[in-house]
């Protein structure tokens, strides 16, 4: 399985951008996003199990970014909007063959190389 990550760059305080993960290989469940802020651990941002297009989200992204998935495009996207300075940090996609414990990070077995997103403001 292999995922690649890209859509991040740089962008003002309030103002948006969507990130693409794009898939090849086997189909696992879920696809996840997390985030690694410079100093701190990586953490859960969403993910979205393809059965059902189910979707979870951290609590601090909830309203402002939504997940979403083109089966037929094997591609999962992540679009952030209202964006603070505090989103500054390398995006990674990562696949999941379950469909529970999604937001911890050893519940991921495959991992994109990352996307740098940096929010000015």
């Known amino acids: 399985v292999q995922l690649q990550a890209s859509g991040g760059g740089l962008v003002q305080a309030g103002g948006s951008l969507t990130l693409s993960c794009a898939t090849s290989g086997r189909s696992l469940r879920t696809i996840g996003w997390f985030r690694q802020a410079p100093g701190k651990e990586r953490e859960f941002v969403a993910a979205i199990r393809w059965r059902g297009f189910i979707a979870y989200y951290l609590d601090f992204v909830k309203g402002r970014f939504a997940i979403s998935g083109d089966n037929a495009k094997n591609t999962v996207y992540l679009q952030m909007n209202s964006l603070t300075p505090e989103d500054t940090a390398v995006y990674y996609c990562?696949?999941?063959?379950?469909?529970?414990?999604?937001?911890?990070?050893?519940?991921?077995?495959?991992w994109g190389q990352g996307t740098l997103v940096t929010v000015s403001s």
């Open positions: 990562a696949a999941s063959p379950r469909e529970f414990e999604l937001r911890t990070v050893r519940s991921y077995v495959y």
